[in-house]
């Protein structure tokens, strides 16, 4: 089966860093995805993690272990425009099939 | 240029009404995606096409049927719907690493 869990709602100060987790059993692993989503609008995506380590982009890191079916998200200098969901997804061998979590819910706040 | 684009933004339909929803990409991508998103719950997927050929069809009522009339080009044909399908409906894209989501459209079906 696939299961991917994360935490359901975190909350984080302005200018502060917040690191969301996600673990993940899955048919499979091909690679793993976090987005990013403002209610109301499309998912926007983060990072893709392939290999274990950590993958940076400006405020946004990433970070996997396969072997541990691990990978967090970092979130650094935090900004109101921040609070958003962010879904963690998994590309399973099911060919071209992305397993989502449900979803963590970052509240940022002044 | 990661954009997928879809039109339109907000459709409202009854339930004895056709309606069709586009969804168009120009990076390439061989695979596209229809995903039913309710509020505060992750994308669901729905179909997968696959070098234009439908590879995935999550047991999605017959109500909702996809068409890829070419590579850049996903439609998704609505016929007699019920309320239950209010949703935002998203298209995505992929090739390797990253699917990429359209901005979605907005459906209520009254």
């Known amino acids: 089966g696939q299961n991917i869990d994360q935490p359901t709602e975190m909350t984080a100060t302005e200018g502060a860093i917040v690191q969301i987790n996600c673990t993940y059993q899955?048919?499979?692993?091909?690679?793993l995805f976090w987005y990013q989503q403002h209610a109301g609008e499309a998912p926007t995506f983060l990072s893709y993690n392939v290999l274990d380590g950590l993958e940076e982009k400006g405020r946004f890191s990433s970070f996997l272990s396969r072997s541990k079916g691990y990978s967090y998200l970092l979130l650094k200098e935090l900004q109101m425009k921040d609070s958003a969901s962010y879904l963690c997804?998994?590309?399973?061998?099911?060919?071209?099939?992305?397993?989502f979590g449900a979803g963590t819910i970052l509240r940022v706040k002044s | 240029d990661t954009e997928v684009t879809q039109t339109p933004k907000h459709l409202v339909m009854g339930m004895t009404n056709k309606k069709s929803l586009k969804c168009e990409q120009h990076m390439g991508h061989r695979a596209m995606y229809w995903y039913k998103q309710k509020a505060k719950k992750p994308p669901e997927l729905m179909f997968v096409y696959s070098y234009e050929k439908l590879s995935i069809n999550e047991s999605v009522p017959s109500r909702f049927s996809p068409e890829c009339p070419n590579s850049s080009l996903l439609n998704l044909h609505l016929h007699a719907l019920q309320p239950e399908d209010s949703a935002l409906y998203l298209c995505a894209s992929s090739q390797g690493g990253g699917q990429y989501f359209g901005p979605g459209t907005r459906l209520t079906v009254t």
């Open positions: 997804a998994v590309w399973t061998e099911y060919g071209n099939k992305l397993v």
């Open positions: 899955t048919s499979g692993f091909n690679g």
